[in-house]
């Protein structure tokens, strides 16, 4: 039995003298990268007439999926106004935007006011096809009130055109109110 | 790199092919006499019994009519015939105050067969007994070979073995399939290909086993924890993917299948060539196939990328001397899987908007291509096996195995920076040992034991999904079977150690290295007894331990194909199961056969997936949150077989399903529970037809009936109810004919017939898309018979 043990444990040996050569202890998991994330997505209002006067307001995920959860911040604007809307989709400090315009045939911004009446949303901006894309719009607040703006943008390889198809890349909230 | 430098070898394939049976060729021998066209050094013997007191009928005459030879059997039982060919033979028995009857067999190699005899000598018809269900182990098992594995031929792994009551699948899409035994899958369902353990990915329940189904000549499958043998992970059961075991007798042969499927376009050629040499004992086998196939469709609409394409090759060279053996395996697995694109989706929204629509957004033509999302995965295996007889006793054998995994997942989108790169690599290294001395001892025991290491490192590159990891596991086991007239008790006991180091980096990318080590005991106990009138009760009661997997200890990532959001927990411990079974068989009857097993498995610190009820929200918006977690559970439920011969020619074959499942801890369903399944095929055998032209004909008919899961709710499903129940019509056919002296196996099998549109809660991909329709698989096979040179 013994004399049986024998290659069984030189085997046993070489086996683990093949895997501890081959890959050594110094292996580490490689730090995790930043890849093309969206971090942030940035709203910038100003009212049509009264420059200067720029509301803008963050929602904003730095450190991804499964950490803190985004804050939903609030915007402020004034009853009966109209405003004229930039949106910034960012990773960290890097502008998005420009890839979101190379493929706008692709991509669509859909905004959604609750309650409705709060505010009406016009997206400003078209793609090639002169469909709209929606990084820069117009709003028109109503009466003064409180409600939610969801800011969506969906991508649409071959299927633009409705709020219900593709893969969302952003969905963002923000709390606003009308005074 | 890897990959190319495969399909590089994968290229060489047909080469090798064409290659080796020449050289193998001439390394036959040539020898200057007009020698017989095939091998006829076989011998058939065993043993004639009276098949309720299981003795002896010495004087018992067996007649082979294709042979017109006859034999007596001896003081023992026991008879013999020499000098037998390759073919298929009828053994007809006969002994006075017995019924006489004539068993038939193919004959490929030496064989054994006991052959029973019933003293009621009212039953005076023979019986042709075409296969024999004897119990030989207390464990639930079933075994699909022969013509019903033949049937499945062209479906994988996963699928062919849903044949099996009490075995179902878990499905992503049509064409990852994972097995499921008694509810549980994934590392709890350990698989042994070639009688490798196979390791690889196992905790991913879209990573479908790496194995080539058209390599195996028997599945079998052991149902309940069968821990002792294999390892104490086995908590669900044992897979066992067996191929026919090396050529016996000097001379070569060989087989060339080819399949087709009309849903998919799927084209699979398959071929074998194997031999021994005539003046050593050396025998080679060599088996690839490929396989490719396009996008499958529904009743409805075509399913954009879902194609896929297989590559297999697998090596075998054995020397067997009488004392003393030793075999070198080798096979390569690659296969490229598309993922049905309109699965990925970016949040809870979306996959609300996904089911609402009720089909795929996008469904295109039928194509070839495979685009992102799709899987890229390689399994290699080496395996090297020696044994050496221990006197009369028994042998010893010792295996030793390499494995290689490499995982390739591409998502639906490239990365701009690197767009060739998979986003997540997962590679993973096991080196496994066995050493194992299987005996039979004088005094009515039989048994083995042995000892096993397992070691594995698995790296990642990309997305974390599990970390880094070195783990190593021994363990040491005895299991014996005690056998006297009509009672077999067996027993078993295993204790395996496993050391675990991980290293992963936590959310500030900080390197963190947690080690585990664990200990688990496995152990069982049963009984079975032949109360005769073909009856046979068998009773096992055994235990087992599953430590958690690195996946279920430190999971952090989002699944895009549920919008689901998974976590680990770093601090969970084995779970425990206890496994209650009862089988009873009613068999070698000339009209009613079957069996019924009943189980009831509790699980202590069972570990699951369970939706959380506040969802993660992230800037795509929000996603169901998963988090593993443990529970005292508890599994039960029948498996249910039974055939009835109306005729000697008219069969019909039942199988039926039942699981239960629950955590009783807090009273809540599991989900992901196979719902109730009932199968049933009813066979004609039309024989010879055409005046000898068509052989072994025959046709069938069947359906699968699959119940809704009711035992499932919010709770368990919190997006889409249970699908619906749905039945599906099968259809089968097939006979062998002669094109010269080139005899052609020609079967067709066709499923949901009636191109019924369903889901089936087992597959993963239930909320975008209905599952295939009508499919019609075509096989042509080959046997290649090579005339021995002269």
């Known amino acids: ?179 | 790199m890897l990959r190319d430098l495969i399909l590089r070898k994968l290229l060489l394939l047909p080469l090798l092919l064409t290659v080796v049976p020449v050289v193998a060729q001439s390394m036959l021998p040539h020898v200057g006499t007009s020698s017989p066209v095939q091998d006829c050094g076989l011998t058939i013997s065993g043993k004639v019994l009276d098949h309720d007191t299981r003795t002896a009928l010495p004087g018992a005459t067996i007649y082979i009519p294709q042979l017109d030879r006859a034999a007596i059997a001896d003081a023992y039982g026991n008879y013999h015939f020499h000098h037998v060919c390759q073919g298929t033979y009828t053994l007809k028995v006969s002994f006075i105050g017995y019924a006489t009857e004539a068993y038939s067999y193919r004959i490929t190699t030496s064989s054994v067969r006991d052959l029973q005899l019933h003293s009621d000598a009212a039953m005076l018809r023979s019986v042709e007994v075409v296969s024999s269900r004897l119990l030989t182990e207390s464990q639930a098992t079933e075994v699909l070979s022969g013509r019903e594995l033949e049937q499945t031929r062209g479906l994988s792994l996963g699928e062919s073995l849903e044949k099996l009551p009490g075995v179902s699948s878990f499905q992503t899409g049509p064409n990852v399939s994972k097995p499921v035994i008694h509810g549980m899958s994934g590392s709890r369902v350990l698989i042994l290909n070639n009688g490798v353990r196979h390791e690889a990915q196992q905790w991913g329940d879209e990573h479908a086993p790496e194995i080539d189904a058209l390599a195996a000549t028997e599945l079998k499958v052991v149902k309940g924890a069968a821990g002792v043998r294999y390892g104490s992970d086995a908590i669900a059961g044992t897979i066992l993917v067996n191929p026919s075991p090396l050529p016996d007798s000097a001379g070569m042969s060989g087989n060339i299948g080819l399949i087709g499927n009309t849903n998919g376009r799927m084209g699979t050629i398959a071929g074998l060539l194997q031999g021994r040499l005539k003046q050593q004992p050396i025998s080679w086998r060599l088996h690839t196939s490929v396989k490719k196939a396009g996008d499958s469709h529904t009743p409805d609409y075509n399913l954009k990328n879902t194609g896929f394409e297989e590559q297999n090759l697998a090596a075998t060279l054995g020397y067997n001397k009488e004392k003393f053996g030793a075999e070198a395996y080798y096979s390569l697995f690659h296969t490229k899987i598309g993922l049905l694109s309109s699965a990925h989706i970016g949040n809870t929204t979306d996959l609300l908007y996904a089911i609402e629509r009720g089909y795929p957004e996008q469904t295109g033509e039928f194509s070839y291509n495979i685009a992102r999302p799709y899987q890229d995965v390689n399994h290699q295996l080496l395996k090297l096996k020696g044994y050496h007889t221990t006197g009369n006793l028994g042998k010893l054998l010792f295996t030793y195995a390499l494995q290689q995994n490499v995982r390739d997942e591409y998502d639906k989108d490239a990365s701009k920076a690197n767009p060739e790169a998979p986003e997540l690599h997962l590679d993973l290294l096991t080196h496994t040992t066995e050493l194992v001395w299987e005996h039979e001892l004088p005094s009515a025991i039989s048994g083995s034991m042995g000892v096993s290491t397992l070691w594995q490192d698995n790296t990642y590159e990309g997305r974390m999904f599990v970390p880094f990891y070195r783990s190593f596991t021994a363990g040491a086991f005895v299991e014996e079977k005690w056998r006297k007239d009509n009672l077999q008790l067996e027993a078993g006991l295993r204790y395996d150690y496993k050391n675990m180091d991980v290293k992963r980096r936590d959310r500030e990318n900080n390197l963190q290295q947690p080690s585990y080590s664990f200990h688990n005991l496995s152990g069982s106990a049963g009984a079975l007894v032949d109360v005769g009138y073909h009856f046979t009760f068998g009773a096992n009661v055994s235990y087992a331990s599953r430590s958690p997997h690195a996946n279920e200890l430190f999971a952090d990532g989002i699944h895009h194909g549920t919008a689901s959001y998974e976590v680990g927990n770093p601090d969970m411990v084995s779970e425990h199961a206890i496994n209650a079974s009862a089988t009873i068989n009613y068999h070698t009857n000339p009209k009613l056969n079957g069996g019924i097993s009943f189980f009831y498995n509790t699980i202590s610190n069972f570990i699951y997936l369970q939706p959380d009820t506040v969802p993660e929200l992230t800037i795509r918006g929000s996603y169901l949150s998963y988090f593993y977690k443990q529970a005292d559970s508890r599994f039960y439920g029948a498996d249910l077989s039974l055939s009835y011969a109306f005729t000697d020619r008219l069969n019909l074959d039942t199988k039926a399903t039942i699981v239960r499942a629950y955590n009783f801890e807090e009273d809540q369903y599991l989900p992901n529970i196979p719902a109730n399944r009932l199968n049933a095929e009813l066979q004609y055998e039309l024989g010879e037809l055409g005046n000898g032209n068509f052989k072994d004909s025959f046709v069938a008919i069947g359906g699968l009936a699959v119940a809704r899961q009711d035992r499932s709710d919010e709770q368990t499903d919190p997006y889409m109810a249970a699908p619906e129940g749905y039945f599906l019509l099968q259809a089968e056919a097939g006979t062998k004919i002669h094109i010269g002296r080139q005899p052609v196996e020609l079967s067709i099998s066709g499923n949901n017939l009636l191109n019924t549109v369903y889901r089936d809660y087992q597959n993963r991909l239930r909320f975008f898309a209905a599952e295939t329709a009508r499919m019609l698989l075509i096989r042509v096979n080959l046997p290649l018979l090579f005339k021995t040179e002269s």
Do not use: W
């Open chain 1, 1 to 179: 039995m013994k004399k049986l043990l024998r290659p069984y444990l030189a085997v046993l040996l070489m086996g683990s003298l093949i895997t501890t050569t081959s890959c050594g202890d110094d292996d580490n998991p490689a730090p995790v990268v930043d890849r093309e994330t969206i971090t942030t997505v940035k709203l910038s209002l100003e009212p049509q007439g009264k420059e200067g006067t720029l509301v803008t307001a963050s929602y904003e995920d730095l450190d991804g999926p499964g950490g803190n959860p985004p804050v939903i911040p609030q915007l402020t604007l004034k009853a009966g106004t109209t405003y004229d809307v930039d949106l910034t989709i960012l990773n960290k400090t890097e502008n998005l935007n420009s890839e979101i315009i190379d493929e706008a045939n692709d991509h669509q911004v859909y905004y959604t006011s609750t309650p409705a009446n709060l505010m009406t949303v016009t997206v400003t901006d078209k793609d090639s096809q002169n469909r709209p894309l929606g990084l820069t719009a117009t709003i028109v607040t109503g009466n003064a009130g409180t409600g939610e703006l969801k800011v969506v943008l969906k991508h649409q390889p071959g299927t633009k055109g409705s709020p219900t198809a593709g893969e969302t890349d952003v969905e963002a909230k923000f709390n606003v109110v009308v005074q």
